[in-house]
Nanobody, 125 residues
Framework: QVQLVESGGGLVQAGASLRLSCVAS????????VGWFRQAPGKEREFVAA?????????HYTDSIQGRFTISRDNDKNTVDLQVSSLRPEDTAVYYC?????????????????WGQGTQVTVSS
């Protein structure tokens, strides 16, 4: 079993930056990759970014945020961070950390096995 806890969200003005953190505990060796998702009010949850836990830290971003967001890992602390910059009001959402046990090519919503409770990011215009 794996537990994930997110932190670092807040209320910021457009153009600001935040660093969101996800700390994993439990059977972290079961994790092959960690992803960040977000869910805006009234919207479906969407994929943001992912990084592998081991190896060369393969990274993937959704096209809509590439260049503004950066995902990174610190295996010594069992953390995965999402640096978000140049924030826009449309980035307002609850940001979730998720972990997957397999790299099989399946839809991302089905691929992740563990989820955190989320951290709120609110961007004022």
């Amino acid at each position: 079993q794996v537990q994930l806890v997110e932190s670092g969200g807040g209320l910021v003005q457009a153009g600001a930056s935040l660093r969101l953190s996800c700390v994993a505990s439990g059977r972290t060796l079961d994790i092959v990759a960690v992803g960040w998702f977000r869910q805006a009010p009234g919207k479906e949850r969407e994929f943001v970014a992912a990084i592998t836990r081991t190896g060369d830290s393969t990274v993937h971003y959704t096209d809509s945020i590439q260049g503004r967001f950066t995902i990174s890992r610190d295996n010594d602390k069992n953390t995965v961070d999402l640096q978000v910059s140049s924030l826009r009001p449309e980035d307002t959402a609850v940001y979730y950390c998720a972990a997957r046990r397999s790299m099989l090519a399946v839809p991302r919503e089905n691929a992740y096995d563990y989820w955190g409770q989320g951290t709120q990011v609110t961007v004022s215009s």
